[in-house]
């Protein structure tokens, strides 16, 4: 089985920082794209940022310039470093990643959530 798992959501003040991390874990042969979303409530989920196992990343235009991701492929590992937060940020966090597995079949993998809250 492969899986991945979120950490590193909380509370925080507005302008403040928050590094999310999500890691990946099972039967990996490999992981294509990897990406973070969210969703807020009331709305619907949505594409925060997301990167291929080439390096090539993709922000949504309401994070470009605030937020980065990367990866450490020897640790299966995908980051969200988020500066300058504000409170329409505030939404649960998830991560996605495409695991191929060593039969070579995709997985569309989605961890828990992370909740991220955005508060004076």
């Known amino acids: 089985q492969v899986r991945v798992v979120e950490s590193g959501g909380g509370l925080v003040q507005p302008g403040g920082s928050l590094r999310l991390s999500c890691a990946a874990s099972?039967?990996?042969?490999?992981?294509?794209?990897m990406g973070w979303y969210r969703q807020a409530p009331g709305k619907q989920r949505e594409l925060v940022a997301d990167?291929?196992?080439?390096?090539?990343?993709n922000y949504a235009d309401s994070v470009k310039g605030r937020f980065t991701i990367s990866r450490d492929n020897s640790k299966n590992t995908v980051y969200l470093q988020m500066n300058t937060l504000n409170p329409e940020d505030t939404a649960v966090y998830y991560c996605n990643a495409v695991i191929v597995g060593y039969g070579r079949s995709e997985y569309d993998t989605w961890g828990q959530g992370t909740q991220v809250t955005v508060s004076s």
């Open positions: 990167i291929t196992s080439g390096g090539t990343t």
């Open positions: 099972g039967n990996i042969f490999s992981i294509n794209t």
